[in-house]
């Protein structure tokens, strides 16, 4: 046997001397490499290599406060501009770019001062003993074999087993978690149910209103016809097309001349789904005339296409457009003019 197979194989039995309840490593079995030769660095070698790493260094300082300029020039070179998503993509993103670079410079121009122009020698100091005294070790072990026997975890091979599997199955939901995500909602996300002659009806019964029935100051939560009865979807699509409605005096309706005949004789219909990140606005302000989500407080005026007037919310509610049919009954005039609930990635400006 060649000296190297004699000592890996001392060290292979040492290390499976249990006889005293522990593993013992051979002396032996890893050398100390010790330390690499020394080399020595261009820049302590010559003056000139030296004064070039000063100067890299130093620019890359100066890189970091034009970088960290830049995003303050950005900042009000590209403002956000109030319903314009992409004024905040060219803000957020020439603002983080700026800031990263600045940052980002500091951090490689300290690391090549460090190891270019600082002193280079090469310091070993010896670890102290980490291992436990074998009074420790032992105890150990002891207090192991002792939670082993008591636990039964050796003994009970059936539970052990069950144990085993419980653990390999246990992930699995989250598998299933994650499928649910899918599939793709493609453009799902940009209609409704409202179409054009869909009656509004009440949530959740699904009964038709007539614009009689709503009186100066009322509130419906609405749903379109046929939601109640859908088999498939149905809180989907509810997510989606739920609606609030609103009557008030038609002469304070800041209207634009596009939305002139979206409401009926002040009766006004919007989306429930908040757009900053969808839950339902449910408070309506009778004196002020204000729509409130009790999640952040974004608040949209009701009487001005539901501008948002405080809160993180960045668009107003979608407005659906409604008439009234030759029953009296008040249907849509088509799907809401822009699509509900908070933005997503697939969102282009004019949507
Ligand atoms: S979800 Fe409405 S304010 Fe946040």
């Known amino acids: ?132 005294s074998e009074e420790t070790r032992a105890r150990a072990i002891e207090i192991i074999d002792l939670a082993n026997k008591e ?23 989250g598998i299933l978690v994650f499928a649910d995500l899918g599939p793709n909602p493609e453009d799902s996300l940009k209609h409704t149910m409202w179409k054009k002659g869909t009656r509004l009806t009440r949530d959740p019964d699904g009964k038709p209103i007539k614009a009689s029935d709503v009186t100066i100051g009322s509130v419906f939560h609405v749903i379109p016809e046929g939601l109640a009865e859908l088999e498939h979807h149905k809180l989907e699509e509810k997510a989606k097309a739920a609606v609030l409605l609103v009557r008030v005096d038609p002469t304070i309706l800041k209207e634009s001349a596009e939305r002139k005949d979206w409401s009926y004789d002040g009766i006004v219909a919007y989306s429930k789904i908040c757009t900053h990140v969808g839950c339902p606005v449910a408070l309506y302000e009778q004196q002020t005339h204000h729509l409130l989500c009790p999640c952040h407080q974004s608040t949209f005026d009701l009487t001005d296409a539901c501008k948002v007037i405080f809160g993180p919310a960045s668009r107003p509610l979608p407005q659906l457009p409604i008439a009234v049919d030759a029953e009296g009954y008040l249907v849509a005039q088509d799907d809401f003019n822009e699509p509900v609930g908070p933005s997503f990635w697939e969102r282009s400006v004019n949507e």
């Open 1 to 132: 046997m060649s000296d190297k197979s004699k000592s890996l194989a001392k060290a292979e039995d040492a290390e499976h001397d249990y006889s005293a309840g522990l593993a013992v490593i051979a002396p032996d079995a890893v050398k100390d490499p010790g330390m690499e030769p020394h080399r020595v660095r261009m820049t302590d070698k010559s003056e000139a290599h030296e004064k070039r790493a000063a100067r890299q260094v130093a620019a890359l300082f100066l890189f970091s406060i034009v970088s960290s300029a830049f995003a303050l020039y950005a900042y009000f070179a590209f403002p956000i501009v109030e319903g314009s998503n992409a004024s905040v993509r060219d803000n957020t993103l020439l603002l983080g770019l700026g800031a990263a670079f600045g940052m980002l410079a500091i951090g490689i121009g300290a690391v090549h001062w460090a190891k270019t122009l600082m002193p280079d020698a090469e310091v070993s100091e010896a670890r102290h003993q980490t291992r436990g």
């Open 151 to 173: 636990s039964g975890f050796s003994r009970r091979k059936l539970i052990r087993r069950s144990l085993y599997g419980a653990l390999a199955f246990f992930p699995l939901p």
